[in-house]
Structures are given as C-alpha cells and as structure tokens.
C-alpha cells in the first residue's frame, strides 16, 4: 500500500454549496523591501465596502465579492459576479496592528510593515 497516497488531500467534500457564484483566487504580485512587504491584488470591479480582510492565528485572508452591474437589461456578458478569495501566511516578522489596505483602481494595495526588531541596521564600530 502506498501511504503518499492514503495522505493526499481530499477534494470531496459533505458540504453543500450555498451558492452558484464561482469563486476565483484573484492574482497576486507581492514584493519585499527592508521596511514591509507589499501585495498587490486585482479585484475589478469590487467596491471597496465589498472587500473584507482578516488577520488571525498568522494568517490574512481576503474576501472581496463583484456583482453585476445594474447598467440596463443584458444583450450579452461575459463578466460575471464573482467571490474572490486568497488566504495568506503572514511571517512573525511582520507587525500585524500596522497593516494597511487601500482599493485603487480595482487593485487591492496591501501594505505588510516589518517590526522595527525584524529591520537589517547598520551597527558601527568604535574604536579606542
């Protein structure tokens, strides 16, 4: 018996889906520097009321939802509403009570600050 096979992840699940509104995991860019780390998110179309962020036990999740527009009586789409959803570990490195998130545009700015203990500093060297 091959036991690799016996630990994979199950993709089954008991529970029923609430709703038919597919569920995407937006795309990402995240960057780091000495002072924090930043992710960028595309969420088009989501309003900013429409973007809920988590922190907890080490982990951000991000859920946003898109509806349809109320634009006139459809002729035709190919966007539809849409939930977004990532979830992210976050490094201890990271000072979690100064994390921001700002909406720009439909991209999702979020900044991860380092804590001051977790910054590369010179030190000097003195001499007698």
């Not at 900013?48 to 946003?64: P, T, W």
């Not at 490094?91 to 804590?115: C, F, M, R």
Request: proline residues 7%.
């Amino acid at each position: 018996m091959n036991q690799t096979k016996d630990l994979a992840p199950q993709t089954e699940t008991a529970a029923e889906p609430t709703t038919t509104r597919p569920v995407v995991a937006p795309a990402v860019d995240i960057y780091e520097n000495e002072h924090e780390y930043l992710v960028l998110a595309d969420l088009p179309g989501v309003p900013s009321d429409g973007v809920q962020i988590r922190f907890e036990n080490g982990e951000l999740s991000l859920d946003a939802t898109r509806q349809n527009g109320d634009n006139g009586e459809y002729i035709g789409t190919e966007i539809v509403a849409a939930d977004y959803r990532r979830l992210f570990r976050i490094p201890e490195t990271v000072d979690s009570e100064k994390i921001d998130a700002q909406l720009k545009n439909g991209v999702l700015h979020l900044v991860l600050p380092k804590s001051s203990k977790a910054r590369p500093r010179q030190i000097s060297v003195k001499s007698n």
